[in-house]
């Protein structure tokens, strides 16, 4: 169990933030079938989520050694953070990432890689990390460059709607009730009583995490799934690594039939967009799951706005979509005509 402690200025300092190197790195569980468990979370055992990702991943890697990746992740006791730089602001680019793992300490990655195994033989394959760490580090970025580039960056637009998508839902929780509402359905394994965050972690003994100045950078991801992962090693900001909300529905988004009627009034596209604002969704988040590029659903939208068929509200740097009153009484006749 890791006790949590706020004091007035961390409670100041809850950031979200969304990594894709650190999807990257969580990937390696579903695709492995599995790795060991570790302080940053528990990596037990493979699920069925990612089924038909981690088919077509196998695939494409096959001709890989993802041999050094898999040991960075594979200690029962820690794992290595220097491989997935925790984001300084809310979205962090792949490359800006790669670049943060490279300009890390070289004092600071051996330390990490010797804490990952103290006590046990160190994997050969992590041997150049302490004595050549400038050239193991660039390689391990350019295996990581072309995993990411052959598995994942097709789909990181549609993970990153999802991701974005659940920052809006706690943003939204925070401002109708508070932190206490955030903690209160994060995940079955978080609670929060009397300013302390509790995180049920059967792995770790009895901790307590002061809270200071650096506050808590809540992490969003579909491949941590079902886990929570908790980052308390320094020099990095204390994080807090938890499921997204609905990865279940990522690889098979539901795209709503438009009815005939409402497709030959406005156009299938724009019928499909107005089914699928039954709820606020942002440009990166309807992309992604209509499999329609930004540019031409902003078209859509700028068309079904000047029609009086769709609102739109910001929160705070997000533009969220729904449908208008008249929108929604369009749809309902269609679908009753049907």
Same mark, same amino acid.
Request: some cysteine; aromatic content about 6%.
């Given at each position: ?9 961390? %409670? ?17 569980? +579903? ?5 060991? *468990? ?13 089924? @038909?990702?981690?088919? @077509? ?41 790669? *670049? ?9 990655? !051996? ?14 394959? %992590?041997? +150049? ?43 939204? @929780? ?29 792995? *770790?003994?009895?901790? /307590? %995490? ?20 908790? /980052? ?5 900001? +204390? ?10 529905? %990522? ?28 709820? +606020? ?12 590029? !930004? ?44």
């Amino acid at each position: 169990m890791i006790h949590a402690r706020f004091d007035t200025e961390a %409670l100041t300092r809850v950031r979200f933030a969304i990594s894709p190197t650190l999807e990257t790195i969580a990937s390696l569980r +579903p695709l492995s079938g599995g790795l060991g *468990c570790h302080r940053n979370g528990d990596l037990e055992g493979p699920d069925g989520v990612h089924e @038909q990702w981690v088919e @077509q991943a196998r695939g494409l890697t096959d001709d890989l050694d993802l041999s050094v990746l898999y040991a960075l992740q594979d200690s029962d006791t820690y794992n290595p953070d220097f491989i997935h730089p925790l984001p300084c602001g809310p979205l962090a680019e792949f490359e800006d990432d790669l *670049c943060a793992m490279l300009t890390t300490p070289p004092e600071q990655i !051996r330390a990490e890689v010797r804490a990952a195994y103290e006590g046990q033989p160190l994997p050969s394959v %992590l041997g +150049p990390f302490l004595s050549d760490t400038g050239a193991a580090v660039a390689d391990l970025a350019a295996l990581m460059r072309i995993y990411w580039e052959r598995t994942l960056a097709a789909h990181w637009p549609r993970i990153r709607a999802l991701l974005e998508n659940d920052v809006l839902y706690r943003a939204r @929780q925070i401002a109708d009730g508070g932190t206490r509402r955030l903690f209160a359905d994060l995940d079955p394994t978080v609670s929060w009583e009397d300013g302390v965050l509790r995180i049920d972690k059967h792995e *770790c003994d009895d901790d /307590v %995490l002061d809270l200071d100045e650096r506050g808590l950078l809540l992490i969003p991801s579909v491949f941590a799934w079902p886990k929570v992962w908790v /980052v308390t090693a320094e020099p990095w900001q +204390p994080t807090l690594i938890y499921p997204a909300r609905g990865v279940g529905m %990522l690889w098979n988004p539901s795209q709503p039939a438009p009815p005939d009627a409402l497709a030959k009034l406005v156009g299938h596209s724009r019928a499909t967009l107005l089914m699928a604002l039954d709820c +606020p969704r942002s440009t990166t988040e309807l992309a992604g799951a209509l499999g329609v590029s !930004r540019g031409g659903i902003s078209q859509h939208l700028a068309i079904l706005d000047d029609a009086g068929l769709v609102s739109r509200r910001r929160v705070q740097r997000f533009v969220l979509y729904l449908r208008s009153a008249d929108g929604d009484a369009l749809v309902d006749a269609a679908t009753r005509a049907a």
